[in-house]
């Protein structure tokens, strides 16, 4: 049975039928929350319970820890980029732990960034260590529980530097929560029936299965411990269905990009993606959600609302 842990700045919570029990623990990260089973297992009957909407909820997963993510991953997403499903590669990226911000937090758009774009994602949360060359077999051996996470990317610095790092690291580019749903084994195995969502503003703007998806957690974890050593309360990014704002220019247009100069393209492009209203401007609330459509497994709703930086 699903327990879904919660974190406010001076305890952890367990959320019962009642409130969000306190957890009696010493434990500061995620990862030695989840070394102190103990004490998550007895929270819901002796832990001290309060109303939910009495809490500021912050993220459940602590930093500094690593955050992996897996590039184009969905093959809606693919499609939409312009790409082959069955020739996409599978492959990782890094964000700073220091952009994991609360599942309520501002998303703060830096003043030089003109394209920002969101990513909902099923982030999965590591139960233990994990050594490079790690035979990986059961998902559930690995990771602990999943979360709602927000691929928060700044376009216009992604895309014509060709990496990921700065594009996707800053400060609140990755809300994180608001629940940290350990799962059983059984549990995990739902996990193609979760459905990703997000809406801006009340518009839907994702909305998929993970059914859609190209490599599944075991194929990347198998992949990523090849090389990447993983501890618990790491979390690893799974990727994005369609709906992003950014999508392919047209064929005629992709193929006349090609023949022109990097500067001159990237100013068309850019000129083109700039007229695209559903980039995130200040004001703009996102809400995304990971769940099964029954319910039975429900990751909880992260709210964010977009700010300029001032």
Not at 244 to 272: H, M, N, Q, Y
């Amino acid at each position: 049975m699903s327990t879904s842990v919660l974190r406010t700045a001076d305890a952890w919570w367990v959320l019962t039928s009642e409130g969000a029990a306190r957890v009696t623990t010493n434990a500061v990260t995620t990862g030695e929350l989840l070394a102190d089973r103990d004490a998550l297992a007895t929270a819901s009957t002796s832990g001290e319970v309060v109303p939910l909407e009495g809490l500021v909820l912050l993220s459940p997963v602590t930093s500094p820890c690593r955050v992996v993510a897996q590039m184009t991953n969905f093959a809606s997403h693919a499609k939409d980029s312009g790409m082959d499903p069955d020739t996409i590669p599978l492959t990782f990226f890094r964000k700073s732990s220091g952009s994991i911000s609360g599942p309520f937090d501002d998303v703060v758009k830096p003043a030089h960034v003109r394209l920002l774009d969101y990513e909902v994602e099923i982030g999965l949360v590591m139960g233990g260590e994990t050594p490079v060359g790690a035979t990986v077999t059961d998902i559930a051996d690995h990771v602990a529980g999943l979360v709602v996470t927000n691929d928060i990317s700044a376009r216009d610095l992604q895309l014509p530097k060709t990496q990921f790092y700065e594009a996707k690291s800053y400060p609140t580019f990755t809300p994180v929560g608001p629940r940290l749903v350990l799962l059983d084994a059984d549990e995990l195995k739902r996990f193609p029936d979760l459905r990703l969502k997000l809406s801006v503003n009340g518009e839907s703007r994702q909305s998929m299965t993970v059914a859609d998806m190209i490599h599944p957690p075991l194929e990347a974890l198998r992949a990523l411990t090849r090389f990447q050593r993983l501890e618990a309360g790491d979390l690893l990014l799974t990727g994005t269905p369609i709906g992003t704002a950014l999508s392919a220019p047209p064929k005629p247009v992709e193929v006349i990009g090609t023949l022109l100069p990097p500067s001159v393209k990237w100013k068309l492009f850019f000129g083109r993606q700039a007229k695209n209203p559903r980039y995130l401007k200040d004001g703009d609330v996102i809400e995304a959600t990971v769940a099964t459509d029954d319910g039975a497994i429900d990751l909880g709703v992260q709210r964010t609302v977009v700010r300029d930086a001032r």
